[in-house]
């Protein structure tokens, strides 16, 4: 089991910049991908990014591209959340989570961290 502990949320305003920190520990397989979500109150919970462990593939959702940047760290067992250009749209609590490998279902999650954009 992965154990996964985010941090970096707060408040900003339109067009301010915040960097999300997912930190990891345990166990950790080259193999695992690691995503985060986002959840608006009301909303489901979505994807917006997810990278290999070994820093391969990033993806990103239609509606962070070009404005995200997904990094990991290995010294430190870090992924990174890049946020620029933020819009009130994207307030939500943002998750880290860990799956074994694309395809695979995300298992592990940590606790979340609000974002919260003000116009």
């Known amino acids: 089991q992965v154990q996964l502990v985010e941090s970096g949320g707060g408040l900003v305003q339109v067009g301010g910049s915040l960097r999300l920190s997912c930190a990891a520990s345990?166990?950790?397989?080259?193999?695992?991908?690691i995503g985060w979500f986002r959840q608006a109150p009301g909303k489901e919970r979505v994807l917006v990014s997810e990278?290999?462990?070994?820093?391969?593939?990033?993806y990103y959702s239609d509606s962070v591209k070009g404005r995200f940047a997904i990094s990991r760290n290995m010294a430190n067992d870090t992924v990174y959340l890049q946020m620029n250009m933020l819009k009130p749209e994207d307030t939500a609590k943002y998750y880290c989570?860990?799956?074994?490998?694309?395809?695979?279902?995300?298992?592990?999650w940590g606790q979340g961290t609000q974002v919260t954009v003000s116009s």
């Open positions: 990278i290999t462990w070994i820093g391969r593939g990033p």
């Open positions: 345990g166990l950790i397989p080259s193999t695992d991908v």
């Open positions: 989570a860990a799956r074994r490998g694309s395809g695979a279902s995300f298992v592990d």
